[in-house]
């Protein structure tokens, strides 16, 4: 079983939907979660960390669940300048640790 | 967050032969990474960049093949060895800085795109 999965998509959403992703991890110790943007020939940026009472950076809502190990993000009102890659990440050790990645979810915002 | 440099940005290199690839910050951080995205994959974690000590490598990846050094909190290097067509890849380094954000939060440099023939 892969550590981290993510359906690869493509996701063809019309501009103003709303669309979400899930992202399902296997180790269950695992402590952090991330949603990282990458946009074609581009390096990762940073989205947003998932906290255990979820979070919501204005269009943008990431929740977390433990019980089922897994972590969505929820894009609404999506615009054509989302359409990008969306890597879920995970710390499965300390800070010390990198990152594991999942494959990530491209998503083609359609006007 | 900092902000992180990385040379060259792309580079052709002949098989058989070796590039090193310089992460700068411009800040010093608590970690560094070395990251390779292979053509159509995600991100796979080579080694954590350990300050005046010996690079912590993932499995599947060894020092003779890629040497890293970490001189001080601001810079570090990954040098991809007697390179062959498969190494052909982004290689990208990160960083977390405990001191500045209390979290495991990474950010990523540039990236080094390099294609060997």
């Known amino acids: 079983r892969k550590e981290v999965e993510q359906d690869p998509g493509p996701f063809n959403v019309p501009e103003g939907a709303t669309v979400a992703f899930n992202c399902t991890y296997s180790n269950s110790a695992s402590q952090s979660f991330f949603w990282y943007r990458q946009d074609c020939r581009k390096e990762p940026k940073l989205l947003m960390s998932?906290?255990?009472s979820g979070n919501e950076d204005g269009r943008f809502t990431a929740q977390l669940n433990r019980a089922s190990q897994y972590i969505s993000l929820l894009i609404r009102d999506s615009k054509l300048s989302d359409s990008a890659t969306y890597l879920c990440?995970?710390?499965?050790?300390?800070?010390?640790?990198?990152?594991?990645f999942g494959k990530g979810t491209h998503l083609i915002i359609q006007p | 967050s900092a902000v992180i440099s990385q040379k060259p940005s792309r580079d052709i290199c002949q098989r058989g032969t070796s590039l090193t690839i310089q992460c700068q910050v411009d800040s010093q951080v608590t970690m560094m990474f070395w990251y390779r995205q292979q053509p159509g994959q995600s991100l796979t974690l080579i080694a954590t960049?350990?300050?005046?000590?010996?690079?912590?490598?993932e499995s599947g990846f060894v020092i003779d093949k890629f040497p890293i050094s970490r001189p001080n909190l601001t810079f570090s290097t990954l040098t991809v060895s007697n390179m062959s067509p498969e190494d052909s890849s982004i290689y990208l380094c990160?960083?977390?800085?405990?001191?500045?954000?209390?979290?495991?939060?990474?950010?990523f440099g540039p990236g080094t795109r390099l294609t060997v023939l």
């Open positions: 960049a350990n300050q005046g000590s010996e690079a912590t490598y």
């Open positions: 990440a995970v710390n499965s050790g300390g800070g010390a640790d990198g990152l594991t």
């Open positions: 998932v906290y255990s």
């Open positions: 990160s960083v977390e800085d405990w001191e500045r954000e209390a979290s495991d939060t990474q950010y």
